[in-house]
């Protein structure tokens, strides 16, 4: 397929406690509870649950190297599902330390109440 180009699909916004095995692709924000440079994983803590990523990538694999426990991040990954329950692969990682998390809600709960949710 000469001239087109590969997209990947979108990411859908999460929480920790609603990923599923059906989702594929997620972006989550959440705390960095814990990190294991060695086995290069991030785990993340959003206040509904928490999730250990995996990355392989060297490029992001680097950009781990300045993060560290208690930074906020926000973070693309696949959902691989597995018996019991799902991993998740990075592929983005981004501090946002800045981020005003009390807006960050009440912006959510008016999307979800204009959705009628």
Do not use: H, Y
Request: proline letters at 2%; zero cysteines; glycine letters at 12%.
């Amino acid at each position: 397929m000469e001239g087109q180009e590969l997209r990947r699909r979108p990411s859908v916004e999460r929480e920790i406690g609603a990923i599923t095995t059906e989702d594929r692709r997620i972006r989550i924000i959440g705390t960095v509870v814990g990190k294991d440079s060695e086995l290069s994983t991030i785990a993340l803590d959003d206040g509904t649950g928490t999730a250990t990523a995996f990355f392989d990538d060297l490029d992001l694999i680097e950009r781990l190297d300045g993060i560290t426990q208690g930074d906020m991040v926000k973070l693309i990954g696949r959902v691989v599902p597995l018996e019991g329950g799902f991993e998740l692969r990075g592929e983005a990682v981004e501090k946002i330390n800045n981020l005003d998390v009390g807006l960050l809600k009440r912006v959510r709960a008016l999307e979800a109440k204009m959705k009628g949710e």
